[in-house]
């Protein structure tokens, strides 16, 4: 299978030019580590285990999981991004765990979770953005405003923590992340919309600006996968996210001249008409949503998400390139295309093939895998180079000029929501699992733990 290659190409190459540095530059042969992880290694490795695992290479997941046994060094220093090491080694530890049993990820998990937890030392219990792993400090970005805290990294935590508190058997974990959502029930909503800045000091907005795609994104997304991985028990989350939904309904969503339909952002009122690739996932997580609904309200979000994955597969089309650009407008003679110069890139994004495959697998009408297996040619032509595949400087110009970086998430999402896109429906059924959202697949919790791969 294509996909399969692609996945063993990008692991291989990875391997033989990078292993242990968190991502490969592919141009040049050689890792990067960057500054997001705090020290941490292997971030390819730990986002890549549980594709190799579900693609059966088992020769390079063995691979994989040598490095996490011998090489993962946790006593690190370093400022890393709480949301990045828990959506990328927690979640990816955690599945792997799920997936084979195999306690050396179970343990890494654990050991991991218990660093960040004093990231949670504020007065409210909203964590801070950026923690010291071996000191225990934490700090805000210095780009967020007033100090505070973002929404969709302290609102992309409950997953993950659930389970950490499960599998430990220490509650903290689980309080922690409920005593976020109890502050987010307590505040002020403005129209019923969720701004993407509150203070960790005060529990107070610190400006209004909201977002479905980054800073607001899998905040969302981390409301109804709640629900569905409690088994539909956790009626809280199932409320906040139709209360959030609605509200982004009234205010947000708009259809541009030529008919597309788009999620605008907001800024104290007034509408930015643009749409964010990030924001792209949201046609799979309204699906997801529509699912569970009834009646007309199954049926409108049902709509709602088709539409919203055809304005996003409308944004690739219209590339030269046939892949989306980082951000597109519906500003007059603009439709979802990029104008501005700094929205022009591609980092081998993976939201639009999420969609994609939530929407061919609740819907089964076959121009998503068609509009997919687009996406399969795009990437191979434009994106692999010699040693790997790069994201490209602009989507707009046939000659790209790649930016030499495989993303860890390339390997985590974008390669594994293609694989599943194709896939019979029981690899990784949506009944069983939720995906966190770098694509981690985390049991629903049923009672016979099989699904979880336990014995």
């Known amino acids: 299978m294509k996909i399969k290659e692609m996945m063993k190409f990008a692991w291989d190459n990875y391997k033989q ?29 730990i986002d890549a285990l549980d594709t ?28 890393a991004s709480l949301f990045e090491v828990n959506i990328r080694y927690i979640g990816g530890l955690l599945a792997t765990y799920y997936l084979t049993g195999e306690e050396v990820f179970k343990s890494k998990a654990l050991e991991l979770g218990e660093k960040l937890l004093p ?41 993950e923590f659930l389970h950490l508190s499960e599998l430990s058997g220490n509650p903290v974990f689980a309080e922690k992340v409920r005593n976020i959502r109890r502050v987010l029930s307590r505040v002020e909503k403005p129209q ?30 981390y409301l109804i996968k709640s629900w569905l991985m409690s088994d539909k028990k956790d009626s809280e989350a199932k409320k906040m996210y139709d209360d959030a939904l609605e509200a982004i309904e009234k205010h947000l969503v708009k259809k541009s001249a030529g008919g597309l339909t788009y999620i605008a952002e907001w800024r104290g009122g007034i509408l930015d008409h643009k749409m964010g690739h990030l924001a792209c996932f949201s046609g799979g997580m309204i699906a997801l949503g529509a699912e569970h609904s009834t009646g007309d309200r199954r049926q409108r979000h049902m709509e709602l998400a088709a539409e919203i994955t055809s304005t996003c597969h409308e944004s690739y089309t219209r590339s030269d390139t ?22 022009r890139y591609y980092i081998l994004r993976p939201e639009v093939v999420e969609s994609y495959m939530y929407l061919w697998r609740l819907t089964h009408q076959p121009k998503y895998r068609h509009w997919g297996w687009e996406v399969v040619q795009a990437l191979e032509k434009h994106c692999r180079v010699e040693a790997g595949f790069s994201g490209i400087r602009d989507v707009y110009t046939t000659t790209p000029n790649h930016d030499n970086m495989q993303q860890s998430f390339f390997l985590a999402e974008t390669l594994k929501y293609l694989y599943l896109l194709f896939c019979e429906d029981d690899v990784l059924s949506l009944e069983d699992w939720v995906f966190n959202t770098e694509a981690h697949p985390l049991p629903i919790n049923h009672t016979d733990l099989k699904a979880a791969g336990q014995p």
């Open 17 to 45: 030019y990078a292993l242990g540095k968190n991502e490969l530059r592919p141009l040049t042969k050689n890792g990067h580590i960057g500054n997001m992880f705090g020290g941490l290694r292997g971030a390819t490795v």
């Open 52 to 79: 190799l695992y579900i693609m059966e290479l088992e020769e390079e997941f063995q691979e994989a999981k040598q490095w996490v046994e011998k090489s993962f060094d946790l006593n690190v220093n370093g400022e």
């Open 119 to 159: 990231a949670f030392n504020t007065p409210t219990g909203i964590p801070r953005g950026v923690i010291n792993l071996g000191s225990g400090m934490s700090w805000s970005w210095g780009w967020a405003s007033a100090g505070s805290s973002i929404l969709a990294e302290f609102g992309t935590l409950h997953l």
């Open 192 to 221: 019923g919309l969720y701004p993407n800045f509150l203070s960790p000091v005060t529990g107070s907005w610190v400006q209004h600006h909201v977002s479905i795609g980054g800073l607001g994104d899998s905040f969302y997304e």
């Open 322 to 343: 046939k892949l989306g650009p980082e951000a597109f407008r519906f500003d007059a003679g603009s439709e979802a295309t990029a104008t501005r110069l700094s929205e």
